[in-house]
C-alpha cells in the first residue's frame, strides 16, 4: 500500500522534505495528529470523572486535595455518608423508584406503539410517526416547562411530585422504546409472521408465538435504556418535583454542588453510575446474544457500533 | 439532558434484511385476514398518551403565553384556552432589553461551543471511523461511554476540579502560568463555554462517526488515482458525504444548549453569564411570571423549530430508507 507514495526522484528536494511530502502524498499512512487529538479528547472526556470517582473515597472532607482511601462518605460516618444522610438516601429511592416505574409503564407502551407504527399502512401513520418522533427533538426545557404548566393549570389533580415525575417520565421514555424495537422489527422483516399466517395461524397467534419471542432481546434492551435515561434525568425531574421528598439524584447534586458539598456527593453520583451503566451494558450484551441472525465477525465492535447507531 | 436528542439518523442496519421485506411486503400488500384496525389498536395507547401529555402541555404553554390574565387570589397565570382570544400582545411584553442581551449571548454562547465542538468532534470520529483499526471497539466505547454518565456527574466532576484549589488551579500553578488560583466557577464565560462543549460533544461524534464510517473508501481510491492530493480529496470526497453527519450531529447539539439552564447555573451562577433557559427558569418559577415564562418558552421554540423540523425530515428519511 505504501508503494503508492511518490518516488519521482529530484535532485533538488532536499531529503526531509521529500520524507515530508511522500507521507503526506500517501492517503494510507498513519496519522500523526489525528491519534493525538483523539486520544487527548478521550483523556478530557473521561479522567475527570475518575477524579470525581476517586474522590467519593477520600478519607478527609475535600473534593481537591487526597487525604488517603476509605469508605467514609460510602458507609462509616454517621451524620453524612450515603447510608446514613436521609437526604441522600431519599434521593437515591426516588431515582431508583422512578426509572423503575418509569421502565416498566414505558416498555409495553411503547413496544405496542413500535409495532402498530410500523405495521399500520393506513390514513395517520404518518402522523402518528411524526408525534412520537416529535418528543425525541424537543428541547427537555419546553417539555419540562410544558408539563410544569398543565400540571398546575389543567391537570391540577396530578400533584407535583411523583405522580408528575413519572408521567413525564415515561412521557420521554416512549419514543425511545419505539425506536429500539422499531430497528429490530425492521431486521426481522415480516417474513415470520407471514409464514406462520400461512401455516394457519391467527394473527394474534402469530404476534404472541413468533414476532414477540423473536422481539425479547430488543424488548430488555429497550428496558434497561429506559432505565438508564430515567435516572439520568434531571430537567423533567426537577420541574415536576414537589418537595424535597421528591428530589431525585440529579437534582440533588443540582442543588448542593455549588453550596456545601462533602464527598458524599460524589459517592452518590458514583452509586448512579453504576447503575446506569450496569443497565447499559446489560441491554447490549443481552441485545446481541439473543438477537436473531446477529452479525458475524468481530462480535465486540459490532455489537457496539450497532447499538450505537439503533439504540442510543 | 441531550439523550433526547441523540437519535442517529443512521438507517436500521441490515440493508439485506430491507429488500427482503420490501418484496413479500409488496406480495401480500392489502392481506386478507388481518383486520385493519388491528395496527392502529396497537398504537392508541402510546399515542393517546402523546396526545395527552405532549401535544396538549404545548398547548397549554400557548394558552398560558397568550394570556396576561392572573389568577386574582394566588396570582398564578391562567390559561387562555380559545384561540380566539388569544393576546399577542401578551408575548410582546415578555420582551425586554434585558432579555435581547440575554438572547444575544446565548447566542454567542452556543455558536461558539456548537463550532468548537465541531473542530474537536470531526478529527476525533475522523480518527476512529478511519484508522482505528484494532482499538476502533475501544476507542468506540470510550467515546459511547459519557452519554450514559448523567450529565450532572459529569459537570460536578467539573466543579471538582475548577474549585479554588482543584486540579486545574494547581496544574496552571505548578506550571506558572497562574500566579495564584484563579476562579473559574465565579462567572467565566470560558468555563461555561466549554462546559457546554464538555457536555454535548459526545452527542456530535456519534453520529459524525456513523457517517464518516459509511463512506466507501474505494470513492477515496478513485480520488487519489484520478490525481487528487489528500487534501483535495477530503475536500471533495470525505467532506461532502459526511454532510449529512454534521448537520444531523450539529443539530443534536444545538437544541439542547439553546434550552441550558443548568450548566451556567452549576459552572458559574452569575448574573453575567445567564442563558436564555435561566430567564425561563426564573420566571416560571417566581409565581407571578408564569405568563412572562410561557411566553419565552414560545419565543425559545420558535427559534429552535427550524433546527428540529430539518431533524425530524432527515429522521423520517433514514426511516423511509430502512423499510
Redesign the interface.
Known sequence: MSSLAERRPKAEQTSSLRLVRAWFSNPWARPRFLPVVTWLYVLWSIVPVIIAIQFSFNAGRSRSTWQGFSLRWYLDDPDLSLLHNPLLRSALGQSLKLALFTMLIATPIGVALALGLARWRGRGSGAGNFLMLFPLVTPELVMGSALFIVFTTLLTFVGLGTPAQLLGHVTFSISYVVIVVRGRLFAIGKEFEEAAMDLGASPVQALRLILLPMLAPAVFAALMIVFAISIDDFVISQFLKGGASSETVPVLIYSNVRAAPTPALNALATVMLVFSMLAIVLAILFHRRFAPGGPKGQPGESAVRDFARLEI | ?G??????V?P???TK??S??EV??SR??G?V????W??????????G???L??????Y??L??AMSSRLDPIFA????EWNPVQWDPGALADAWSPQLGTVLVRTFIYVGLAGSLSLL?GY??A???AR?GGKL??L???????????????????????L?P???VN?ILMAVGILQEPRGW?DGEPLTVVLGLV?GY??FLI?PL??SL?RIDRSL??AA?DLGA??AR?FAHVTLPLSKQGILAGSVIIL??M?????TP??LS?ATRTTMF?NQ??FF?NSGTG?NK??AM?VI??AI?SL??FY??YT??RA?KE??
Open positions: 439532558m439523550f433526547n436528542l441523540v437519535l442517529t443512521i436500521a442496519r441490515s434484511a430491507a427482503t421485506s413479500s411486503s401480500s400488500g392481506r385476514g388481518l383486520p385493519r388491528l395496527w392502529p389498536s396497537f398504537a392508541a395507547p402510546g399515542l398518551w402523546l396526545v401529555l405532549f401535544l396538549v402541555p404545548i397549554a404553554v394558552a398560558v398564578t397565570p391562567v390559561p474537536i478529527p476525533v475522523y480518527y476512529v484508522h476502533k471497539a476507542l468506540l466505547v470510550l467515546i459511547i461511554a459519557p452519554f450514559w454518565i448523567s450529565y450532572l456527574m459529569r459537570m460536578l466532576s467539573w466543579v471538582n476540579l474549585q484549589s482543584g486540579y494547581r466557577l464538555y460533544i459526545p456519534l462517526f456513523a464510517d477515496l481510491e487519489r492530493n489528500p480529496a437544541l439542547p439553546f434550552g441550558d439552564y443548568y447555573d452549576l451562577g433557559g425561563i427558569y416560571l408564569g415564562g410561557a418558552v425559545l421554540s429552535v433546527l428540529m431533524y425530524l429522521v423520517a426511516a430502512a423499510r
